[in-house]
């Protein structure tokens, strides 16, 4: 068995290791993200994507009427490849270059309609697990993951997203198999905040 990493491992990795120009080719992604998305939150809604990298994701809903997006990343790298890749989004977009952890308690609690991940909650490491409840503090009223909820090595943690957000007050309203988004192994799921 491999020896488990160290947060500062973990975090190292992901600042050096982003491939802002790998991640923005996979628009089949944000596609089926968009898709989900339209189906719950209104074009006025405010966003907030952990770990937007390049900001392939948060282009997409951009491009589709969502003009009130939040993203959060580590990568200093994926920031600056924004500014060229997407530069109307660069603009127009809160991008918050950090660590979640450094920055998920400053956010206001209620802050945003949807709060959502890809590929991202997966690579958090345990001794963060506590973001999670972060998150769903902040989160108005949706809340969508796309993970791979099974694989585990060294930058994988596996969890069943079910359990831990309605233990924080949500319920799933959707779940399904992300193939058709170039997504094979990985898990949508979509909760909404109880009493909204």
Not at 6 to 33: C, G, M, N
Not at 51 to 65: A, D, E, K, P
Not at 142 to 164: G, M, S, V
Request: net charge positive; proline share 3%.
């Amino acid at each position: 068995m491999t020896e488990r990493k160290k947060l500062k491992e973990i975090h190292d990795y992901w600042v050096k290791s982003s491939t802002p120009d790998l991640y923005a080719q996979r628009v089949e992604r944000s596609e089926f993200l968009t898709k989900h998305v339209k189906k719950y939150v209104a074009k006025k809604g405010k966003v907030l994507e952990v770990g937007c990298n390049v900001g392939r994701n948060l282009n997409h809903l951009f491009s589709h009427g969502y003009k009130d997006v939040t993203g959060i990343e580590i990568s200093e790298q994926a920031v600056k490849a924004m500014k060229k890749t997407y530069p109307q989004l660069a603009k127009k977009a809160n991008i918050i270059h950090s660590p979640v952890e450094n920055v998920i308690k400053k956010l206001p609690t209620d802050g945003f309609d949807l709060v959502f991940s890809m590929a991202v909650l997966e690579h958090i490491h345990p001794d963060s697990d506590w973001i999670l409840e972060e998150i769903a503090r902040i989160s108005g009223e949706y809340l969508i993951t796309i993970e791979a909820e099974t694989a585990a090595n060294w930058r994988f943690f596996p969890r069943n997203y079910k359990e831990i957000f309605e233990k924080y007050g949500f319920r799933q309203v959707e779940e399904k198999s992300c193939e058709e988004g170039g997504l094979e192994h990985y898990t949508l799921r979509v909760f909404k905040k109880k009493g909204k």
